[in-house]
């Protein structure tokens, strides 16, 4: 089936330093993916959806100068956290679409982030 | 917007069956899907449902009522391995937008 690569799969980070998650599909293509930040405990909530050549969507309460967001291939999203702090640790995960197919979702491993 | 209610948690017994409900309603609707999530890890993908009805697949079906913003779950012959969160997500105009999750913990 199809395949979404995440990385890195954990980070550490010091308070006020960026980290950059990468989301890529590995057999298909995918004008779109989304990005979801997820508590412990809590269900995914949906951050912003990725649009290949053109500018993120972001949620409501989601600040877009933080959490800045690279679609530059259509197998590449990008998401860096910018000016990271303790409040930002949680798990981040990834999921895309087959463009020409439009099936299910696959998701990304995750990447738990973690910032001291 | 989006709204999706699912029970927050079930207990169920190795080798029975489990039915978790999920209602929603959501502006614009293109199908629905189920997740399992089990902790720390990527929800891996169960189901599908686009038209009404109920489909099958191995242990695990899956029903929709469209009109009634209805969806549930079925798990036959539970396994101990079935211990996870299970993730309602109607798909609206873009996004999957998900669930609280059910969390079932099957005892032996």
């Known amino acids: 089936g199809a395949v979404v690569s995440q990385h890195p799969s954990w980070v550490i980070c010091k308070s006020g330093t960026s980290v950059k998650i990468e989301c890529r599909s590995l057999d298909f293509q995918a004008t779109t993916m989304f990005w979801y930040r997820q508590f412990p405990k809590q269900s995914l909530m949906l951050m912003a959806t990725s649009n290949e050549g053109s500018k993120a969507t972001y949620e409501q309460g989601v600040e877009k100068d933080k959490f800045l967001i690279n679609h530059a291939s259509l197998t590449l999203s990008t998401l860096t956290v910018t000016s990271a702090h303790p409040e930002d640790s949680s798990f981040y995960i990834c999921s895309a679409r087959d463009s020409l197919t439009n099936t299910e979702a696959f998701f990304g491993q995750g990447t738990r982030l973690t910032v001291v | 917007g989006q709204n999706i209610d699912q029970p927050t948690e079930m207990t169920a017994t190795e080798g029975a069956i489990v039915q978790i409900n999920c209602t929603y309603q959501?502006?614009?609707?293109?199908?629905l899907f189920w997740y399992q999530q089990h902790a720390g890890e990527a929800p891996t993908f169960l189901s599908y449902?686009?038209?009404?009805g109920l489909e099958e697949k191995g242990r695990f079906s899956s029903f929709l009522s469209r009109s009634k913003g209805y969806s549930y779950l079925l798990l036959k012959e539970l396994q101990m391995k079935d211990s996870a969160s299970y993730l309602c997500?109607?798909?609206?105009?873009?996004?999957?937008?998900f669930g609280s999750g059910t969390r079932l913990q099957v005892q032996p």
């Open positions: 997500a109607p798909e609206g105009r873009r996004a999957l937008t």
């Open positions: 959501t502006s614009g609707f293109n199908g």
């Open positions: 449902n686009v038209l009404d």
